[in-house]
């Protein structure tokens, strides 16, 4: 099983990116996909999650209303699309599934992609 997240650069506050991740080796329906971010010395955090379905995403706090989750499960890739981008976004970024949402989580997701970097310039 493997997840590759891209898209991560540069951006001027305010600015918007769009990561991508592609997934492999396995039933890509079968698992939520979401969504985590990293900054040295912080906790990971969640950032966001989508149902197989694509009908039931959720978002962490501080990107609601800014970040939209999608998949498109024919090409096996989960997207992120990220508006309105703060310097407090900063972080790698990573693609992550699991078996439902409710493990959606830093402790009990099933796996974790390489991160890509989001770097907000103020």
């Known amino acids: 099983v493997q997840l590759q997240a891209s898209g991560g650069g540069l951006v001027q506050a305010g600015g918007s990116l769009t990561l991508s991740c592609t997934v492999s080796?396995?039933?890509?329906?079968?698992?939520?996909m979401g969504w985590f971010r990293h900054t040295p010395g912080k906790e990971r955090e969640f950032v966001s999650a989508i149902t197989w379905s694509g009908s039931t995403t959720s978002y962490g706090d501080s990107v609601k209303g800014r970040f939209t989750v999608s998949r498109d499960t024919a090409k096996n890739m989960v997207y992120l699309q990220m508006s309105n981008l703060k310097p407090e976004d900063t972080a790698s970024y990573y693609c992550?599934?699991?078996?439902?949402?409710?493990?959606?989580?830093?402790?009990?997701?099933?796996?974790w992609g390489q991160g890509t970097q989001v770097t907000v310039s103020s």
């Open positions: 992550v599934a699991a078996n439902n949402l409710a493990k959606l989580t830093v402790v009990d997701a099933d796996y």
């Open positions: 080796g396995y039933t890509f329906r079968s698992y939520v």
